[in-house]
Each structure stands twice: as C-alpha cells, then as structure tokens.
C-alpha cells in the first residue's frame, strides 16, 4: 500500500498556533496518530472538507490536506465537490472528502464474528451438511463463469490455474500461481474469512473441491492461512496419467516429479 509520509517539522509548520483541538493530545501527537483522527473523522462525518477537518483537529487546511492526498494516493479515500447549497461564500465549491470501500475495509469489525455466528446458526438449524452445501455455493460462486479444463496439455491446465487464481484475487483473496518442478501452485496470500474458516474447514475444503473439479485432476492443499501458514498453497500436476492406463504400468515421469514438487512447495512457505 502506498503511503505518504510527513516530516515532524512539515506537520508542525502545518498547525495553527494558539488553534483549539476537539481531539485528546494523543490524536495529533505524532503522524499516524493524525492520519487515524482524519480517517475518523471521514468516517463519521464524510463527506467533510479539510477545512472542517482542521477546524476538529487544530491544524491548518493544508497540512490536513497532505494526509488526504495520501488516503487518496493509496485508494483509501477520495474527494468530490460540494453543492452549491452546500458553499459558503464565493469562489468554488470547496472539495468534499470521504472514505471509499476499501478505505472502511481497512477499519476493524465485527464481520468474523457475525459470520461464525450465521453458520453456528446453520448448522443449528441443518446439520453438518448444511454447512458443507453453504461452503460449496459459496466457493463455486468465487469461481462462476470459469468452464472445466478442456484438455489436460501443460498449457491449458497452467493458464486454468492462473484463471482461477485471478476469480480468488477479485473476491479478495491475492492470489498468484507460481511454476515448481512438474506442476504449478496457487498461493492465496490473504484469506478474507481466516477466523471463520479456523472454525468451519468446509470452506477450506469447499475451495479445494473447486480446484479439483475445474482442474480435472487431483490437486493437493499444501498449507493454508486459518491452520497459521503465510499462505494457502494449492499444488496442481501438470501432468496427468492417461486414463487407460492399468495399475502393472510402469510409472510415467509425473509421478516422481509431484513427489519433489510438494516437498519443494512445503519450503518454500
């Protein structure tokens, strides 16, 4: 995330001497302290003006106004213009700021807890299977639109895999794909329900079912986020055995090669 810093003498420059503060010492004592107030306040006023914001916190329009330009730089917020029944005086209308979704993203909450308080519910309510069906819509819903592999060549099944890492990353989840050995890994580098999924492995397991069915073959989960691994990381084999293929055949080279591969991701975390 990119941020913007300010240097103690810029911020003290930007205050206003001798200007109240509705704020406690500690709001505006340091940068990120400063940062927070603003953010606070876009939260519970927005959309506010720099003016009003300085007027709350004791400090000059301008140098708010450079903790906002960094919300804005880092998608965290953003500015509009006001009303003309909104202005006050002549000249332009004064820009408006207020927080986007990503920037209340960043706030804490309370949604793990009304998440695992739903499914408690559920499973109340349903049963273990319940849960398992809700797991699976939801995991199928991450990836709608995305057709099963058509055949199983190196190619396709690597830029399945990227498709499907692309549909995790749109739902919140960073997700890449990462060529090791004989086969390829997607690696969820965030988990947007964690804490739920510590309680409710369905929802793991739901996605890995995902994987498997529109990968056509048996991919392996490595690690994953809510068992305290950096990462989730699914293992798919780029090569897979010919389906006439009997037990007293001798082993084709994909074998060995998913053997190192797993070894080779585990280390990799």
Known sequence: MK?????????????????GSAAAPATVGGEGHTRAAIVQLLLEEGPITATAIGNRLGLAPAGVRRHLDALIDSGQARAGRSAPWQQKGRGRPAKQ????AAGRGQLGHAYDDLAGAAIRQ???IGGEQAITEFARKRARTIVAGIEPVGEHTTEQTEAKAEEIAEAFTDAGFA??????????????????????????PQ?????????RE????????LATIANGDCACTTHVPLLV????????SAPTAAQPA??????SGRSAE
Request: charge should be positive; include cysteine; aromatic fraction near 4%.
């Open 175 to 200: 997700a890449t794909t990462r060529k090791v050995g004989a086969g390829v890994q997607i690696c969820q580098h965030h988990c947007p329900v964690a804490h739920v999924a510590e309680e409710f």
């Open 3 to 19: 941020t913007v810093g300010l240097r103690r003498n810029d911020e003290g420059a930007g205050r206003r001497a001798g200007a």
């Open 258 to 263: 998913a053997v190192r591969t797993n070894d």
């Open 203 to 211: 929802l793991c397991a739901a996605e890995l079912e995902a994987f």
């Open 122 to 124: 559920l499973g109340e």
């Open 97 to 100: 700021y207020q927080l986007t």
């Open 241 to 248: 055995l010919p389906p006439d293929r009997t037990r007293t």
């Open 214 to 221: 529109l990968l056509g073959t048996h991919v392996q989960r």
